[in-house]
């Protein structure tokens, strides 16, 4: 088996400021998600990676970088967080970019005050 | 267009009865199609997956759900739950999108609340 640890796991911010999440897997997989829950809305994807140094847009791109330097991880950057916002963001990996299971890290809740 | 709906957004149960979880989704093809559940606190666990065959797909911790092609569905269900199952339950969709790639599809989740 394999895990996904993403860091911090709390992570509180001011206004206008810019923010980075971190995601290492070591199952070895291909692809990498940055998805963010919204309580309500189900996971929405802001950016994944089929391969090292790839980075293809999601549904909620616009006002988040993301960087996959090695294989193993994939960071995320906020690049101006907005007051009160909250979300859980969670990273995930899978071993293919069609039709596979996802495997989930625990997340990082954000906060913006 | 494609998406997951599920209907139910908030489930109480009592400890040891049936439980069916509702999902339907909309999409042209063949769909893949998967269950996850979050614990509090936790990232999404996959429970079962459905790709072809068998329409009953058995899962973890006695979990299982049928897909019907017919009715668009992909209902999970358990004989008998315990309050150790009290959590988020996601339906959720894969299949190739074309020109915007391939993803999964995510239902907003039920809440699933097991008194014990």
């Known amino acids: 088996g394999g895990i996904i640890t993403q860091t911090p796991k709390f992570l509180i911010g001011q206004e206008g400021q810019k923010l980075t999440l971190k995601c290492q897997q070591n199952?070895?997989?291909?692809?990498m998600y940055w998805y963010r829950q919204d309580s309500g809305k189900g996971l929405r994807l802001i950016y994944y990676?089929?391969?090292?140094?790839?980075?293809q847009k999601g549904d909620l791109s616009e006002g988040y970088d993301a960087s996959r330097e090695k294989k193993s991880s994939f960071s995320l950057t906020v690049t101006s967080a907005q007051k009160n916002e909250m979300a859980v963001f969670l990273c995930?990996?899978?071993?293919?970019?069609?039709?596979?299971?996802?495997?989930f890290g625990p997340g990082t809740r954000l906060t913006v005050l | 267009a494609q998406s997951v709906t599920q209907p139910d957004a908030r489930v109480t149960v009592s400890e040891g009865v049936s439980l069916q979880l509702r999902c339907k989704y909309s999409y042209s093809g063949t769909p893949y199609l998967f269950w996850y559940v979050q614990y509090p606190r936790q990232g999404l666990q996959l429970l079962l997956k459905?790709?072809?065959?068998?329409?009953v797909v058995q899962g973890v911790n006695g979990f299982e759900a049928e897909f019907s092609k017919s009715n668009s569905s992909f209902h999970l269900r358990k004989a008998s739950v315990h309050w150790s199952d009290s959590a988020v339950y996601f339906c959720v969709l894969s299949g190739n999108y074309g020109s915007s790639g391939n993803k999964l599809i995510f239902g907003i989740g039920t809440l699933l609340s097991v008194k014990p």
């Open positions: 459905y790709y072809s065959g068998d329409p």
């Open positions: 199952f070895n997989h291909d692809t």
């Open positions: 995930a990996s899978s071993p293919g970019t069609i039709s596979y299971e996802q495997y």
């Open positions: 990676s089929i391969t090292e140094n790839d980075l």
